[in-house]
């Protein structure tokens, strides 16, 4: 099987949102035509209630639902909080949620595409690969 990538929330937001990353759109649509992208429940959650109107919560969570899952397991809850606990007793921060996605990317070897400076820290001690778009994000958000 390809690689495959966890499209990250912040991905999403400059794939989808209000004010698009033309290089960040591009990645996401290349990797969902590739049947290359994969989704976890926290992203799932973050994205669908981030919807205002219930018709087009339905409709994201209808086209999310075509990408790799890979979701929470009830064992998995257990070990997350485990592998972040011990992230943190190293003196790491990690945000709640940004932890159990960076620990289903480390579980199952995805990349993990993302525009959040948060995710990049965390890969410098997490054994993490990230496809990083953060500066891309920067720069477009400073000249326009």
């Known amino acids: 099987m390809n690689q495959l990538y966890l499209i990250d929330s912040s991905a999403w937001i400059f794939a989808l949102g209000a004010r698009p990353v033309e290089v960040v759109r591009a990645r996401v649509k290349e990797l ?3 049947n290359l992208a994969a989704i976890t429940s926290p992203i799932f959650f973050e994205l669908v209630s981030s919807e205002k109107s219930q018709a087009h919560s339905t409709l994201l969570a209808a086209h999310l639902s075509a990408l790799h899952p890979f979701p929470m397991l009830p064992q998995e809850w257990a070990e997350a909080a485990e592998w972040t606990r011990g992230h943190r007793q190293k ?3 990690l945000k709640t949620v ?4 960076a620990y289903k990317a480390h579980k199952h070897h995805l990349t993990l595409v993302h525009a959040d400076a948060d995710m990049d ?3 410098t001690h997490a054994n993490l690969v ?3 778009y953060v ?3 920067r720069s477009v958000h400073r000249s326009g």
């Not at 940004?98 to 996605?101: F, G, M, Q, S």
């Open 130 to 132: 990230v496809e990083s």
């Open 135 to 137: 500066k891309h994000v």
């Open 98 to 101: 940004d932890a159990l996605i």
């Open 32 to 34: 969902v035509e590739n």
């Open 121 to 123: 820290r965390i890969a």
């Open 91 to 93: 003196g790491h921060k």
